[in-house]
């Protein structure tokens, strides 16, 4: 048997444990995670943000906020294809907060950041 400050402390720790681990159980499962999509000088780009998601259409010049509400669990399949010939321009697995970044020459998936890269120099042919 432990003396009365050890049992305590003992219970102590194993109610702060259990509390942690709930918290942080209800966190990962009431959050989906956010995604952007930011086209800053691109072509047209058509983005299926996850498997059986809604399509979203993003022109040059233009943010779009895609609403994750009904969104299955992460990972998510991210699929970027050219709106004009459909072309697959990449196609990853992600998690967490999400932004799709459509530059003249490429396309970038990843944690949101808060920069673009250099200024947009015009947008591409679409």
Avoid: K, Y
Avoid at 99 to 116: C, K, N, Q
């Amino acid at each position: 048997m432990l003396p009365a400050p050890l049992a305590a402390a003992s219970r102590l720790l194993a109610i702060m444990v259990a509390t942690g681990g709930l918290v942080l159980a209800t966190a990962a499962c009431g959050s989906t995670g956010t995604m952007t999509i930011v086209n800053v000088d691109g072509a047209s780009v058509a983005v299926v943000p996850w498997a059986g998601g809604p399509t979203v259409t993003v022109n040059c010049h233009t943010t779009r906020v895609v609403d994750t509400s009904a969104a299955p669990g992460q990972p998510w399949h991210i699929i970027v294809r050219g709106l004009a010939n459909q072309q697959l321009l990449l196609q990853r697995d992600e998690s967490g907060d999400v932004e799709v970044l459509v530059r003249r020459d490429t396309v970038i998936i990843g944690p949101f950041a808060p920069s673009v890269g250099p200024a947009g120099v015009g947008c591409a042919a679409t």
